[in-house]
């Protein structure tokens, strides 16, 4: 699985020294990471390790207090979540950051909706390309839905995650970063999200999956990533570490 | 794209429309003095203001805040047009001050609803004293003559329209009820103010800026509520500090009616107007009826039970249903 990973080229991400605080809390211990093209990377520690402020930061949630982030070798600052969007780092949230009135069509563009007329804040939207961009989006990660008008609630929670990827697919994300996907799935729905990431790996695009479920990252990642009390730990191909050992090293 | 039934169960305004519709047609039959040139005239003439307030105050429970102090906005807005007019200013330009004092209570709302992180049911019941007293102060204890002589017709006057007469203000109602509608349900804005109540987490990480769409929401409901006032004390030609007085519950409950839900997310500009013309439809048959007119709050608030039931079930019911 080390195709993908061609050291030669530029890292598409590259973090720096990156370091932060909450209050009193040192969350980040200058940690360094990177990735490159259509690496898949199991981001893997215990609660409070800091994984989640690392990945926070790369989707502009929170912002670094130290450190410096590099997009394919370009040193940006990433204030917030559109920030990291405009960059091409799209988020997968457990919660699958979808809003359960509104219908499919509307969640796939929600908060940068195609204008039929006038400027973002001011502008009628598009409604028929949304709903056929929509349905596109679906199409291409297999996900068959009833219409681009059902309500997101009505969907399951694998459904909702397909349309999550299916967002990020459609505007051109770099770098994913799924932040514990698989919570609350079914089997079925778990091994879906899963080839999902195999499918986007061959796409070129590089994915950041964080699970607590080992058994669910190490299968599919390229590098693992480990990190206790605000430090990075570990940093190797994931066939240089089994299950075991990394469930010993994080525990 | 077809109308399918499931659909049209979801929508919020449903259960509200179709009480209406009931009540219209039962009313009209149990008492002819209902359905006749002259009531509808007299029921539509409070009507847009109301509903211009229950229309602000439901986008901003859309948008998952609230506002109580709208009544008192209400108040104050036409008190400083008015006295500013008494002072030799333009109409316009007193009218402006005037929406612009309510936009800025609208304002402060939000600061400190945002700012202070304090729930907007507490900041608003602040500024409901607050600008209640400031009409008060105002008014400096006798409140000022209206001048009877200013031309309102472009406002309030007569329309007519064969059966019924109506007042202009009734089409600065639909306008702004069309407007309005066409933001929330056309315009990109419109989808940030349903995603902001409606998942407050997933419009922030999809970047959407929650903050800037509530503070315009407290500021556009504010300002329309000082509009519906400045409308109401020139229909009435006379401005009193307590203009306004109660009219908060009223305009919510003609929100809730019409199926905003308190959550957050769910509600439409259509179940504001209907709201509004149900709650006065209630007062109107009871006067018509001659039944003791304290039986309106108790009306009233069995219509906002029922309402809410009637809502509830229909909404379960459309997803149940396989569309």
Redesign the interface.
Known sequence: MSTAANTAEEPIIKCVGLQKWYGAVHALKNVDFHAARGEVIGLVGDNGAGKSTLIKILSGVHTQDKGDIFIEGRNVSITGPEVAMGLGIETIYQYTAMVPEMSIAQNFFIGREPLKFGRPGLGIVDRAKMAREAMEGLRGVGLHLRGPDTPVKALSGGQRQGVAIARAMHFRSKVLILDEPTNHLSVKETNKVLDHVVELKGLGITSIFISHNLHHIHPISDRIVAMARGEKIADLPAGEISVDEMTRMIS | ?KLNVR?LM?RPEMAALLIFVALFVVFSFINDRFFATGNMTVYLQPIPELAIVAMGITILIIAGEFDLSVGSVFGLSPMVTVLLMQNGWPTAAAILAGLMIAALIGFGNGLITLKLKIPSFIATLGMLFMARSFAVVLAGGFPPIFPRELDVSWLVGRLDLGLVTPRVSLLYMIAIALVLGFVLR????G??I??TG??P????????KTERVKMACFMLCATLAGFAGIIQSFRVKVIVPNLGTGLEMQAIAAAVIGGVALTG??GSILGAVVGTLLIAMIENILILSGVNANWFMFAVGAMIVVAVVLNTQTRLKA?GMK?
């Open positions: 794209m659909n979801a056309r315009m990109d804005f989808h940030w349903f995603a409606g998942h987490q997933a419009a922030r990480d999809m970047g959407i997310g769910v997803e569309g």
